[in-house]
């Protein structure tokens, strides 16, 4: 069925995690909306999940698009559809732990500035949205490009998935305000199922720790007692993602989105080894220790060691959007009780 108006917003990632519970959002707000996906035959399974989540899809447009060709690779007669967009959300990132850079680099750095130039030519913009990374964009004075030594060096530090979202944020942020794009860039925590059913579908990160745990397989718990590692829900996400351009006025906007009210990372791990009704981790270890150690023997990744901090994070400014939207992050204990179940049901994505 052919949408009853033009798309006001597109939704670049929208097949992906985030980027269907964003579309759910908007449609819910009676908007219309263009879901940009990568592989044509995505389009009818979002639009079957979409109806299985009570949307109406017929103010939903769907467009392939392919973000790491310039212009959004897409045909004139689907860049022509998209004319009245004012609001882009760039939800599309290449994301999995051991990419190596010329796997990463295409969507989540050449791709957010495709995204950039592409939303510059849309007459009627209002504002470009950017999803960061967790831990990404604190510089409040980015640098891009960087000289290609010190981006070998970012690599190698910090693996190629952080890198490229490392980058990817200073190089919009950089040359947002050049080419004249309102850009606000939304920095989310560790994302975990939907309040109320728990629902995710994405299993890496610390869904991929309560893994280990369900199984046995965390006898010990990198980090120290401080540890923290603060999650978002995915419905609250999406709700904060949906009032951003009415809300934001300043040319650049940054903002951390996370509940505060997360439990330290041991006190997390062991409410949910004991909602699971498992044995939780033995003790704690240094996370300097556990990279010296083999692999083989720690089950951790190493890309994954640079989340576990004891750095808190000003949020101040999304708390001021989310008071004056009327957002509030609903309870954390039961959204982690919900969402640890739905992934022991999914088989953390293994059937």
Do not use: C
Not at 228 to 236: A, E, K, Y
Not at 330 to 344: E, G
């Amino acid at each position: 069925m052919s949408p009853t108006e033009s798309p006001h917003t597109l939704v670049l990632g929208a097949g992906g995690f985030l980027g269907r519970w964003l579309v759910l959002e908007l449609l819910g707000r009676g908007e219309a909306v263009a879901a940009a996906v990568r592989d044509p035959a995505t389009g009818p399974a979002l639009r079957d999940w979409l109806r299985e989540h009570g949307a109406d899809p017929t103010l939903l447009t769907t467009v392939t698009a392919d973000l790491t060709r310039p212009g959004l690779g897409l045909s004139p007669a689907d860049d022509a559809r998209l004319t009245e967009v004012r609001d882009v959300h760039n939800l599309a990132a290449r994301y999995r732990f051991g990419l190596t850079r010329a796997q990463a680099e295409p969507t989540n750095l050449h791709g957010a500035l495709h995204a950039l130039h592409w939303s510059a030519t849309r007459p009627r913009l209002r504002r470009l949205v950017h999803l960061s990374g967790y831990r990404v964009g604190r510089d409040p004075h980015p640098r891009y490009p960087l000289d290609p030594g010190t981006t070998a060096a970012h690599y190698a530090r910090l693996g190629a998935y952080e890198a490229s979202k490392h980058l990817g944020d200073a190089a919009v942020r950089v040359t947002a305000p050049r080419l004249g794009v309102p850009l606000t860039t939304v920095n989310p925590s560790s994302v975990i199922g939907h309040s109320m059913t728990g629902e995710a579908g994405q299993y890496l990160g610390l869904a991929h720790l309560v893994r280990q745990l369900h199984r046995g397989r965390l006898p010990l718990l990198p980090g120290t007692r401080r540890t923290f590692l603060p999650v978002v829900t995915v419905d609250h996400l999406a709700r904060f993602l949906a009032a951003v351009p009415a809300h934001d006025r300043a040319p650049v906007a940054a903002h951390t989105v996370l509940d505060p009210a997360t439990p330290f990372l041991p006190d997390l791990i062991t409410l949910l080894a004991t909602h699971l009704g498992v044995r939780p981790p033995r003790a704690l270890i240094p996370v300097g220790l556990v990279r010296r150690l083999p692999r083989t023997l720690t089950g951790a990744d190493p890309e994954t060691l640079t989340f576990l901090s004891e750095d808190r994070y000003d949020t101040s400014s999304a708390d001021h959007l989310s008071t004056t939207a009327g957002l509030t992050h609903p309870p954390v204990i039961p959204a982690l009780h919900h969402w640890s179940t739905r992934l022991v049901h999914d088989a953390f994505g293994d059937r």
